[in-house]
C-alpha cells in the first residue's frame, strides 16, 4: 500500500472516530467558543474587521449517509439586535450553496480570497437577505438536500458542499451562524459530519474574562514542515498562544487597527495528523468592544489550511515529556 493510500486511510478514520466529537454540526463549533461569523457589506472600511466582504465554509457528509439534510442560518438579515450597525440599516448579503464537480476540488475554492471560480461546483440554492425582522434572531432554512448531490472527496470518504456569504451592498456587518441538520425546524446533527473553512472571520467576545478564550483548530497533514499564520485586524487586543500536544504554549503575533500581521513557526513530528490549537486571549483592563477579526494560515508550499469545526482527532492536550534520570 502506498504511503499516500496510508494517509486516506488515516484522515478517513479520524473523521468518522470520536462520534461525540466529532458531530461537527454547529459553525462556530462548541470547542472553538466564538459567538459568530461575521460578513460586512462592501461599502465598509476594512477597518471594522473584515478584509473581503465573503465568508466560504465547506461541509462534509459521510458517504453512507444518505438522507435528506438541510443547510440552516442564524440571523441571516442585516440588521436589529445581533448585527452591526454603520450609521444606519442598508445592507445586502446573499447566502449561495453549491455541491457537484468541483465545488471543492477546484483550485479557486480552496482559495481566501473571493476571486475568479470561487463560485466553482453547481449552484443548489441561493437567496438575499437584508433587514427583516421575522428573521431577527431567528433560524433560515436551505433545503433538503440530496447528499448525493455534493462532490464526493475520497480523502474524507464524504460529499462535500460549500456556502458562501457574501456582502453585495451596504457597510453593516452581519453577524450569523449555521448548522448542518437532519431536520428542518429543528438543529439534529448527522453522525460523523463535520465543516470547515480556509480563512475565517469571526466576532471576538465582548468580555475580556479568562473564560472567554476563542479557539480555533487548524489541521496538520502529512508532509507539513512548517506552517505561516496570517492574521488581520486584531487591534492589538490581546494574546494568541497556540497549544498542541508538543507545545504547552507559543506566543505569536496579533495585528493592529486595519493591519496585517504574520509569522512562521516550524511543525513538530508529533504534530503531524492532528489539530493545534489556536487560542485568543482577550486584553485584560479597558474592554475592546465588536472585534471582528481574520485569520487563515498556510503551509511551506503556500496551500492553506483547514480549519475543522470540530477538530481532527478532538482538542490537543500538551503532553509533557517525562524525563528519567538513572540513579548514580
Given at each position: 500500500m502506498t504511503d499516500t493510500r496510508y494517509i486516506q486511510i488515516?484522515?478517513?478514520?479520524?473523521?468518522?472516530?470520536?462520534?461525540?466529537r466529532m458531530s461537527g454540526q454547529a459553525v462556530p463549533g462548541?470547542?472553538?467558543?466564538?459567538?459568530?461569523?461575521?460578513?460586512?457589506?462592501p461599502e465598509a472600511s476594512t477597518s471594522w474587521g473584515d478584509d473581503d466582504f465573503s465568508q466560504t465554509f465547506f461541509f462534509t457528509i459521510p458517504v453512507d449517509y444518505k438522507d435528506p439534510f438541510y443547510i440552516r442560518i442564524y440571523d441571516p438579515d442585516i440588521g436589529g439586535k445581533t448585527d452591526e450597525l454603520n450609521n444606519f440599516w442598508n445592507t445586502r448579503m446573499v447566502y449561495s450553496v453549491?455541491?457537484?464537480?468541483?465545488?471543492?476540488?477546484?483550485?479557486d475554492a480552496k482559495g481566501i480570497?473571493?476571486?475568479?471560480n470561487y463560485k466553482s461546483g453547481t449552484l443548489l440554492a441561493t437567496r438575499t437577505f437584508g433587514m427583516d425582522n421575522k428573521l431577527?434572531?431567528?433560524?433560515?432554512?436551505?433545503?433538503?438536500?440530496?447528499?448525493?448531490?455534493?462532490?464526493?472527496?475520497?480523502?474524507?470518504?464524504?460529499?462535500?458542499?460549500?456556502?458562501i456569504c457574501d456582502g453585495?451592498?451596504?457597510?453593516?456587518?452581519?453577524?450569523?451562524r449555521y448548522f448542518l441538520s437532519r431536520r428542518s425546524d429543528e438543529n439534529v446533527p448527522i453522525q460523523g459530519a463535520n465543516a470547515f473553512t480556509y480563512e475565517y472571520t469571526f466576532r471576538m467576545w465582548n468580555n475580556n474574562d479568562t473564560s472567554f478564550v476563542s479557539h480555533i483548530?487548524?489541521?496538520?497533514?502529512?508532509?507539513?514542515?512548517?506552517?505561516?499564520?496570517?492574521?488581520?485586524?486584531?487591534?492589538?487586543?490581546?494574546?494568541?498562544?497556540?497549544?498542541?500536544?508538543?507545545?504547552?504554549?507559543?506566543d505569536m503575533p496579533l495585528s493592529s487597527e486595519d493591519d496585517w500581521v504574520e509569522d512562521r513557526m516550524p511543525i513538530l513530528g508529533a504534530e503531524i495528523g492532528k489539530s493545534l490549537d489556536f487560542r485568543f486571549y482577550k486584553r485584560r483592563g479597558e474592554l475592546v468592544k465588536n472585534n471582528n477579526v481574520v485569520i487563515s494560515v498556510e503551509n511551506q508550499y503556500g496551500e492553506n489550511l483547514q480549519?475543522?469545526?470540530?477538530?481532527?482527532?478532538?482538542?490537543?492536550?500538551?503532553?509533557?515529556?517525562l524525563k528519567v534520570t538513572p540513579k548514580k
Amino acid at each position: 500500500m502506498t504511503d499516500t493510500r496510508y494517509i486516506q486511510i488515516f484522515i478517513v478514520l479520524l473523521l468518522t472516530a470520536l462520534p461525540g466529537r466529532m458531530s461537527g454540526q454547529a459553525v462556530p463549533g462548541p470547542d472553538e467558543n466564538i459567538p459568530y461569523l461575521i460578513t460586512f457589506g462592501p461599502e465598509a472600511s476594512t477597518s471594522w474587521g473584515d478584509d473581503d466582504f465573503s465568508q466560504t465554509f465547506f461541509f462534509t457528509i459521510p458517504v453512507d449517509y444518505k438522507d435528506p439534510f438541510y443547510i440552516r442560518i442564524y440571523d441571516p438579515d442585516i440588521g436589529g439586535k445581533t448585527d452591526e450597525l454603520n450609521n444606519f440599516w442598508n445592507t445586502r448579503m446573499v447566502y449561495s450553496v453549491y455541491g457537484g464537480k468541483g465545488c471543492y476540488t477546484h483550485p479557486d475554492a480552496k482559495g481566501i480570497t473571493p476571486a475568479n471560480n470561487y463560485k466553482s461546483g453547481t449552484l443548489l440554492a441561493t437567496r438575499t437577505f437584508g433587514m427583516d425582522n421575522k428573521l431577527d434572531e431567528k433560524w433560515f432554512t436551505f433545503g433538503p438536500f440530496n447528499p448525493a448531490d455534493g462532490e464526493y472527496y475520497q480523502k474524507f470518504s464524504s460529499n462535500v458542499f460549500k456556502i458562501i456569504c457574501d456582502g453585495i451592498s451596504g457597510d453593516d456587518g452581519n453577524l450569523y451562524r449555521y448548522f448542518l441538520s437532519r431536520r428542518s425546524d429543528e438543529n439534529v446533527p448527522i453522525q460523523g459530519a463535520n465543516a470547515f473553512t480556509y480563512e475565517y472571520t469571526f466576532r471576538m467576545w465582548n468580555n475580556n474574562d479568562t473564560s472567554f478564550v476563542s479557539h480555533i483548530y487548524p489541521f496538520i497533514d502529512s508532509g507539513c514542515v512548517y506552517i505561516k499564520q496570517k492574521n488581520f485586524d486584531w487591534d492589538d487586543d490581546g494574546d494568541f498562544i497556540i497549544v498542541s500536544v508538543e507545545r504547552k504554549g507559543q506566543d505569536m503575533p496579533l495585528s493592529s487597527e486595519d493591519d496585517w500581521v504574520e509569522d512562521r513557526m516550524p511543525i513538530l513530528g508529533a504534530e503531524i495528523g492532528k489539530s493545534l490549537d489556536f487560542r485568543f486571549y482577550k486584553r485584560r483592563g479597558e474592554l475592546v468592544k465588536n472585534n471582528n477579526v481574520v485569520i487563515s494560515v498556510e503551509n511551506q508550499y503556500g496551500e492553506n489550511l483547514q480549519f475543522f469545526s470540530a477538530p481532527i482527532g478532538g482538542v490537543p492536550v500538551y503532553k509533557p515529556r517525562l524525563k528519567v534520570t538513572p540513579k548514580k
